[in-house]
């Protein structure tokens, strides 16, 4: 450990040994590779969300919200139409207690 002549004492080199540090210009070490790998994460996140939008991934999750539910609260049937919408289209009739779909006729 101690070599004949070193100007290290005891003390230091169990503080180095402590710290895993050899040298002092290894300070900002740990800062950069900190910096670098916050880019990585960066640079996967950002690849991930172009592929994504490339794909049309956000259209078809959002698609259900704005036609399928939406017709269903409006018309009662995820299939009906409206007016606005091409045409009355399998619209819910209802009669009494009973509710049935109205085929359309082409």
């Keep these: 450990m101690l070599e004949e002549g070193s100007s ?10 402590l710290t895993g540090r050899n040298s002092q210009n290894e300070s900002g070490q ?13 640079g996967t996140f950002l690849f991930a969300m172009r592929g994504i939008q490339d794909r049309g ?4 999750l959002v698609s ?10 409006r018309y009662g049937h995820k299939d009906a139409r409206g007016p606005e919408d091409g045409g009355p289209v399998n619209l819910v009739l209802g009669g009494g ?6 085929p359309s006729k082409e």
């Design 57 to 60: 991934f956000f259209k078809r």
């Design 64 to 73: 259900p919200l704005t036609k399928d539910f939406a017709f269903a609260y």
């Design 8 to 17: 290290e004492n005891l003390e230091q080199v169990h503080c180095r040994r």
């Design 97 to 102: 207690s009973r509710v049935f779909i109205n």
């Design 30 to 42: 740990s800062a950069v590779e900190y910096v670098l790998l916050l880019a990585v994460v960066f």
